[in-house]
C-alpha cells in the first residue's frame, strides 16, 4: 500500500502532466513569453507558479527518473537551442530538477539514441532505434509522423527575438554533403547510369560520374575541414544537408536564416555540357525540397547551366516558378561582358531574382589541395579573382543598362573593395570615353552602390571600410560548415568585427541587408 507521500506524489505527477500539455500549446502557437527564463532574449516572461511548485525539493517525481523527468527536462534542453535559459533566480527548483535529470546515468545512457534521432527522418525513427539495440517496447518504437501539438525545430527558431536573429548570407552546402542517391533518383532514366553516383574504396567514398572522378564524398579525411566537428558536434558527413540537424546549428549560432550556395564552389566537373546541364537541373529541384523545410528560414540557391545563354535564361525562368530567392552563375565559366548574355540580365531583372558571382575559379597555378599548402593559398587568393568579373560587369554596361539587376559577390571578402572601387573610377575616367563598344557614363563606384552587394565572413578592418563602401552594400556570412566559418561562435566573431561600429550599421549588415535582398522580410 502507498504511503500518503507517495500517493500525494502520484497525484503532483498528474497534475504537472497538464500543466506540462498546456504549456505545450502555448508555446506550440508562439507565445514565446510563456517560457520561464527567457532573459537571454530580452523578453520578459509572465511568472506561472504552477510547475515549480510542483516539483520535488529533493529527488525527482518518480523514484530514479521516469518519463515525466525525462519530458520536461528534454523540452528545456531543447528550448535552450532557441537561446531561452532558465531564470536560476526565480526557478531555482526548475533549474536544479532540470540539471539532476541531464546528469543521471539512466538519462545519459539514451543520449546516443536521441543524438542518431535528431539525425534521422522521423519516418525511419522506429527502424533505427530497432537496429541500435535501443531498450524500448517495439510498440514504442515512434511514429511515422509528427504527433499533434509537437514543436518542429523551425517553430522553435520562431521564438528568437526579431532584434535578435542574424541572417548568414554565404553558407554552404558541398558535393561531399550531399545525399548519394540525389542524381540516382532524379536524373532522367536514360542519364542515370552516366550520372554522379558514389563509389567506395576503402575508407573513403568518391563522386564518380561518367566514368571520372569528381571529388569526394563524405569521409574521415574531410572531417578535419568543418566547422562543426571542430565544435565538438557529431557528423556523419550529412549533418549540412539534413534540414532538421541544419536548424538545429543555426539555432544554436542565433542564425535565423541562411543562404546557401552549393553543390561546390567549383562547379560540377562535368565534360559533357548537356548532361552538366541536367544534372544542375536536378540538384536545383532537391534545392527546392530542402528549402521547403523551413521555407522562411533556408534558401539553397540553384546554379545556372552557362554553356549557352538560352539555357541560362530558360533555367533561372523555371527556379523562379520553384520559388527560389535567387540563383548562382559562375562568372569564371563563361564572360560575362560578352553582348550574348544580355537576355540573362534581363531575365534577371525581370525575375527580380539576385544573380550571385562566388569565388573559386580564377587562380592560374594554386589549387584547393587538402592536405597541401596550397589550401592556404587557395584561400588567401580566392577572394580578389572578382575583380575582373565585377570589371566586365562594369565597363561592358551590363549593370548601367539593366539597373534591376542586382549582384551579389559572394565570398568576396570586403578589405580589397575601397581600393578596388576608386581604381575602377580613375580607370573609367581615363579610358571608357575612348571605348567604341560601349562607353560607361555612370562611374563604376555609383553602380556598385546601386546594384551591388559583398559578403564577408570575418573583417578585422570592418569599422574602417565598412563606412567607406557603405553599409547597405555588404553583408555579413557564417561560412557553415567550412572551416573558415564564424560556427558557433558567430556572435563574438561579429562583435570582433564590428567594433567601434554604431547599432543600426550592425543590424543593416548582419541582417536587414539580406533579408531585404532575399525577400525573407
Known sequence: MASPGRASTVRRVHRSASIGSRSTCRCRRGAAARLPGPAASGIKGSRDPALEEELPAEGHLFGDVSIADVAIAVFFRNAAFARFTIDRARWPKTAAFVDRVLALPSFQKLRPFEDRCVCTPIAQHRTVLAELGAPLLAETYGTTSPRRGMMRREDIGEHMDQRDRLYSCDDHLDLWNLPPTLWTERLPQALRERGPRVVEEGEQRWWRCDGATMGPSTGPRLAQYSAIGRAGIADDGYRASTPSLRLVDMDRD????????????????????????????????????????????????????????????????????????????????????????????????????????????????????????????????????????????????????????????????????????????????????????????????????????????????????????????????????????????SRAAIDEAFAGLDAATVRKVTAENCAALYGFA
Open 254 to 489: 542565433g542564425i535565423w536564416a541562411s543562404v546557401i550556395y552549393g553543390p561546390s564552389i567549383l562547379g560540377l566537373p562535368i565534360a559533357d555540357r548537356l548532361l552538366r546541364a541536367e544534372c544542375l537541373r536536378a540538384y536545383n529541384d532537391w534545392t527546392a525540397e530542402f528549402n521547403a523545410h523551413a521555407p522562411t528560414r533556408l534558401a539553397a540557391l540553384p546554379w545556372l547551366p552557362v554553356h549557352e545563354p538560352a539555357a541560362a535564361v530558360a533555367e533561372l525562368e523555371r527556379v523562379a516558378k520553384l520559388g527560389h530567392r535567387g540563383a548562382i552563375v559562375s562568372p569564371f565559366e563563361f564572360r560575362c561582358g560578352d553582348p550574348g548574355w544580355e537576355a540573362l540580365w534581363s531575365a534577371a531583372e525581370a525575375t527580380r531574382l539576385p544573380l550571385s558571382f562566388h569565388i573559386g575559379g580564377g587562380l592560374t597555378q594554386v589549387k584547393p589541395t587538402v592536405g597541401s599548402w596550397e589550401m592556404a593559398s587557395f584561400s588567401a587568393c580566392a577572394p580578389l579573382q572578382m575583380d575582373e568579373p565585377l570589371s566586365m560587369m562594369m565597363y561592358s554596361g551590363a549593370l548601367e543598362r539593366h539597373p534591376g539587376l542586382r549582384l551579389v559577390l559572394a565570398e568576396s571578402g570586403i578589405g580589397w573593395i575601397p581600393y578596388f572601387l576608386g581604381r575602377l573610377d580613375q580607370a573609367a575616367a581615363k579610358h571608357a570615353g575612348r571605348a567604341q563598344d560601349y562607353r560607361l557614363r555612370a562611374k563604376p563606384s555609383e553602380l556598385f552602390r546601386r546594384q551591388v552587394w559583398a559578403t564577408f565572413e570575418e573583417e578585422p578592418l570592418g569599422r574602417d571600410v565598412i563606412p567607406r563602401i557603405g553599409a547597405g552594400n555588404c553583408m555579413w556570412a557564417s561560412d557553415y560548415p567550412h572551416p573558415d566559418s564564424t560556427f558557433p561562435n
